[in-house]
């Protein structure tokens, strides 16, 4: 029995939840509705008012087909100004998400159209480019394929969060005030020397390895957050996805915390990395995935036959917390799995990144425009910054350079807007890696991208951690004469 008898079978037993039941999207000059709501989360026994972003039957995010129009009415039902980024997708300027770039916030109970070409399959997300998005004002944005929908496969898609019953503010505040108590502290020579050698690929740590960077969990995570969330939800009420038994599954998992990065634990199942960011790489074979903050993973995985259930983890780095859903065949018995892991979550690293390549990668070109840019931060003041020698001022229908170093000591998830860019070179290591549009850097690591310059405008380029991001860490690509 394959996905087509399958799904019939699961539509009467009403078991996939919201967030699997896609929707295609068919030629119709009505915008779709975008909701922008507050809704109550129940989280570790307790209620919380948080955001939601969902269509009219209130199904979490949007998918959309691949080569259609993005024509979507975003419609705010709060009395909070706000904006949402299509994260993923490359829009006009204008509709990009980011306010006063050039946009402004759409103010409570108003409401503003969308129209743009959708562009190529992918996974995707849209969240508020505020502090808002900490209370969870995020969801998946999936643009399907003719071949996606033809595929004989279940689809499940993943949005993992960090969740604080604090406000975004409070736990700024409280970032600003920690002073250097959990990561300005500074590395005796020992440490600081092992950290460069882990740093420039001579002992990476293996994927599905135990942190050996010599940083402690503060250097790794700024905020210990009172849940982790996968679809809304935490292990002690996790998500249940009846699938067929020997079936297959594309997983389209989202990292949408703000401020904690995951290694993705397949379990007994090895899967079949496939795409990075919504864009297709060669495959890789892997139970252990890492994933930053704004990246996508794409992950396929071939179960075995007969009855089981197989756990999707997401385990915090550095940590001990762990998040995931629960892939099951319908007669089996799911056990529960604890919100505590028997170890610590691996330290990222960049190892994966390094082994990933382009399925189609850029044409070959030489650079027009090349930028070295240091990544900086100071955790006495909590202040982070881009510094480069010069404007990152370019022209249309050029090829671009970005030389990213990062000089700090925590690790940075760098986002460029309005464009994809390819991974072309790692600790002096020159490569084809995946095209993307969030590469981890990971403290005093070198990486190197380029990308075309076709889309103009004023872009952002920022770190992808929130309050780095918040607190300095944002700069902008600009087109000769768009501002």
């Keep these: 029995m394959y996905r087509r008898q399958f799904l019939k079978t699961l539509a009467s037993a009403a078991a996939v939840s919201p967030i699997l039941n896609f929707t295609p999207a068919y030629a119709n000059p009505a915008p779709t509705d975008l909701v922008i709501g507050r809704r109550i989360l129940e989280v570790n026994g307790?209620?919380?008012?948080?955001?939601?972003?969902?269509?009219?039957?209130?199904?979490?995010?949007?998918?959309?087909?691949?080569?259609?129009?993005?024509?979507v009415r975003l419609i705010n039902e709060t009395s909070?100004?706000?904006?949402?980024?299509?994260?993923?997708?490359?829009?006009?300027?204008?509709?990009?998400?980011?306010?006063?770039?050039?946009?402004?916030?759409?103010?409570?109970?108003?409401?503003?159209?969308?129209?743009?070409?959708?562009?190529?399959?992918?996974?995707?997300?849209?969240?508020?480019?505020?502090?808002?998005e900490q209370s969870l004002l995020a969801a998946p944005l999936i643009v399907r394929t003719a071949e996606d929908r033809a595929r004989d496969e279940q689809e499940v898609v993943i949005l993992l969060h960090d969740f604080s019953f604090k406000s975004p503010e409070e736990l700024l505040e409280g970032l600003k005030g920690s002073g250097s108590g959990h990561g300005g502290m500074p590395m005796d020579h020992q440490a600081m020397m092992s950290m460069m050698?882990?740093?420039?690929?001579?002992?990476?740590?293996?994927?599905?390895?135990?942190?050996?960077?010599?940083?402690?969990?503060?250097?790794?995570?700024?905020?210990?957050?009172d849940a982790y969330l996968a679809n809304d939800r935490t292990l002690d009420d996790p998500e249940v996805v009846r699938i067929?038994?020997?079936?297959?599954?594309?997983?389209?998992?989202?990292?949408?915390?703000?401020?904690?990065?995951?290694?993705?634990?397949?379990?007994?199942?090895?899967?079949?990395?496939?795409?990075?960011?919504?864009?297709?790489?060669?495959?890789?074979?892997?139970?252990?995935?890492?994933?930053?903050?704004?990246?996508?993973l794409d992950i396929r995985l071939e179960l075995p036959p007969g009855s089981g259930s197989y756990p999707v983890l997401a385990l915090r780095e550095g940590a001990r917390e762990q998040t995931g859903i629960i892939l099951a065949t319908r007669d089996a018995t799911v056990e529960k799995i604890d919100s505590t892991a028997s170890g610590t979550g691996p330290a990222l690293d960049l190892g994966l990144e390094q082994e990933l390549r382009a399925a189609t990668p850029l044409?070959?070109?030489?650079?027009?425009?090349?930028f070295v840019m240091a990544l900086t931060g100071d955790m006495a003041t909590y202040t982070w910054s881009l510094e480069t020698s010069e404007p990152l001022n370019v022209a249309k229908d050029r090829r671009?350079?970005?030389?990213?170093?990062?000089?700090?000591?925590?690790?940075?998830?760098?986002?460029?807007?309005?464009?994809?860019?390819?991974?072309?070179?790692?600790?002096?290591?020159?490569?084809?890696?995946?095209?993307?549009?969030?590469?981890?850097?990971t403290p005093m690591a070198e990486i190197v991208v380029d990308f075309d310059t076709r889309n103009p405008g004023r872009w952002p380029l920022h770190c992808h951690h929130l309050y780095h991001m918040a607190t300095g860490m944002m700069t902008f690509i600009t087109y000769d004469g768009a501002i």
Aim: aromatic letters at 6%.
């Design 400 to 441: 671009v350079r970005l030389i990213m170093r990062n000089m700090s000591m925590m690790a940075h998830p760098m986002h460029l807007h309005g464009h994809h860019f390819q991974v072309v070179g790692i600790n002096g290591q020159v490569l084809s890696g995946a095209v993307r549009d969030t590469v981890m850097l």
């Design 244 to 296: 067929e038994n020997g079936g297959r599954v594309r997983l389209r998992i989202i990292n949408g915390a703000t401020a904690t990065a995951f290694t993705i634990d397949t379990g007994r199942v090895v899967g079949s990395l496939i795409a990075v960011d919504g864009i297709d790489i060669a495959p890789i074979s892997a139970s252990h995935f890492p994933i930053s903050m704004g990246q996508r």
């Design 46 to 71: 307790k209620a919380a008012s948080v955001f939601g972003l969902a269509d009219r039957n209130g199904n979490p995010g949007l998918t959309l087909d691949a080569g259609a129009d993005f024509n």
């Design 197 to 225: 050698t882990n740093m420039h690929g001579q002992h990476q740590m293996p994927r599905n390895g135990t942190p050996g960077m010599g940083m402690s969990t503060m250097d790794l995570n700024d905020i210990e957050y």
């Design 80 to 132: 909070e100004g706000t904006l949402i980024h299509w994260h993923g997708l490359t829009p006009p300027w204008q509709m990009d998400g980011v306010p006063d770039n050039p946009a402004a916030l759409l103010p409570g109970k108003e409401i503003r159209d969308y129209e743009f070409p959708v562009g190529p399959g992918g996974t995707h997300w849209m969240h508020a480019h505020t502090l808002q």
């Design 363 to 370: 044409a070959a070109r030489s650079p027009d425009h090349q």
